[in-house]
């Protein structure tokens, strides 16, 4: 077999065109084979399809790049759950934008890794110039605002408790009930205290349980707040949080993984209100952003607050090197080597601009509403509340948590739709995270069909909860 060609170089697109269109013949073929939002079957039948399609992943003898791909990809997509289909709405799990995928094959053709200047030259230059952008609309009325490209919400939350213990100790963090899992995590892994952890029994922080811990601890305290939990999509009373902590000397931490890009929307930038009074903030653009995963942000105020990260290492940043003008990347994040995530980014905000963008995140929400709408005017279904941002939680009349959880199951197996799970005070409610924008109302009424026909007998006909 000859030696397999490269990426890169003058030479590399060429190597790369006819691949590629063995690759998005793979992606067609397997998207029609599954003609829905996930495999029917559930795990078992799936792997059992994915071995029998890919036969050994390691032969003694090589299959050819063109065959491997075929196989392999047609199979992935066959098997997949996509979230570009209407009816996948679990998790915030977006489809990405063609663009924005066809950018990231750049990225990896390319394969700058953003640990020093000499492996990624315009890369790093174009992510400072993205992630200065992105941190002057969150912190608009500050100098110097600066972020770094994280992995996600996880490991931005996670970098925002590690400098606030960089600022002042061993910080004692509290949170409500509806934050991020990744928040009691970060605790854990950095050493610090367990989160206090105070009811959300609406849905959102307890602002008077707020106001009775950072009274009850001394300092130094940090407190999370969340702009679109995971569960129901809703959005902490922030200016509020912001004034307690003010009063009360706490640092604040905002994340707005899922919420953040409201900021692009005219019309719905006001529920982000004080935003900007935070120590911290964290977004993720691979949320309401559409894009490919990962594309996490982590902004600060000020530059100089992410000094805590810098870290030496001579091979990557010498001295002489930095004081001769080279870029310093090792304190842009805790990792070495990495992906130029940036470039899908930049990608999109540049094609789309704020409007396109804005149209999207509307058209989104839009969607969130009218499904609303409809189990509202379902006789047989309840809807827990008008949606926040794009998440609706609704079930069958008269049902208990056995039949809703059996429900989202059997659409999973029958491979007709992908929704969520979420408790609440009142028990469990399916999840419906709407992030595709070009949903359309006869989706969202196909879906409420599909679980209506999902309900057991017994359920159907209605017994009392």
């Known amino acids: 077999m000859p030696t397999p060609p490269l990426a890169g170089g003058t030479a590399g697109p060429s190597h790369l065109r006819p691949l590629l269109d063995t690759v998005l013949d793979a992606l067609h ?15 078992h039948t799936v792997t059992h399809n994915l071995h029998q399609a890919t036969g050994p992943l390691i032969p003694d003898h090589g299959t050819g790049p063109h065959h491997a791909l ?7 997509a066959e098997g997949a759950a996509d979230p570009a289909h209407p009816h996948c709405a679990a998790h915030l799990h977006t489809p990405p934008l063609a663009l924005a995928a066809a950018a990231d094959l750049a990225a990896s053709a390319l394969n ?3 640990d020093s200047w000499d492996q990624a030259p315009a890369a790093s230059a174009l992510e400072t110039a993205l992630t200065t952008a992105l ?9 110097d605002p600066d972020a770094l490209v994280t992995t996600g919400g996880t490991e931005a939350n996670q970098l925002a408790l590690l400098l606030a213990r960089e600022r002042h100790g061993p910080v004692q963090t509290i949170c409500a009930a509806n934050a991020h899992h990744s928040i009691s995590r970060a605790a854990w892994l950095l ?4 989160p206090v952890v105070i009811p959300a029994p609406t849905g959102v922080m307890d602002t008077d349980a707020l106001r009775d811990a950072l009274t009850r601890h001394d300092g130094p305290l940090l407190v999370t707040a969340t702009a679109g939990t995971t569960d129901t999509g809703q959005i902490d009373p922030l200016t509020d949080i912001a004034d307690l902590t003010t009063t009360h000397g706490a640092d604040l931490h905002i994340d707005a993984a899922y919420g953040g890009p409201l900021l692009f929307s005219p019309t719905h930038r006001h529920a982000l209100r004080s935003l900007h009074r935070a120590q911290s903030v964290t977004l993720d653009l691979h949320k309401l952003g559409w894009q490919p995963a990962s594309a996490g942000i982590l902004a600060v105020p000020h530059h100089h607050d992410l000094d805590a990260l810098h870290h030496h290492a001579a091979y990557l940043n010498a001295d002489d090197d930095t004081e001769a003008g080279l870029p310093d990347l090792l304190g842009r994040s805790l990792r070495t080597t990495r992906r ?11 094609a789309l601009g704020r409007d396109g963008l804005a149209d999207l995140i509307d058209r989104t929400i839009t969607a969130a509403h009218r499904l609303a709408d409809l189990i509202d005017d379902h006789p047989a279904l309840d809807l827990y509340a008008r949606p926040t941002i794009s998440t609706v939680l609704f079930r069958p009349t008269h049902t208990d948590d056995t039949t809703v959880a059996t429900i989202r199951r059997t659409l999973l197996d029958r491979g007709h739709a992908v929704l969520g799970r979420a408790r609440t005070h009142d028990g469990l409610w399916l999840k419906a995270t709407l992030l595709n924008p070009h949903t359309t109302p006869d989706h969202l009424r196909q879906l409420l069909t599909h679980v209506t026909h999902a309900q057991p007998r017994a359920t159907t006909e209605g017994s009392p909860r």
């Open 29 to 43: 073929e397997g998207a029609t084979r599954r003609d829905g939002p996930l495999p029917a079957g559930g795990p």
């Open 191 to 194: 050493g610090l205290p367990r």
């Open 340 to 350: 130029p995530d940036a470039l899908k980014i930049a990608v999109t905000l540049q």
């Open 112 to 114: 700058p890794s953003m």
């Open 70 to 76: 075929r196989t392999l990809v047609t199979a992935l």
């Open 135 to 143: 941190a002057a609309e969150i912190y608009p009325q500050t100098q």
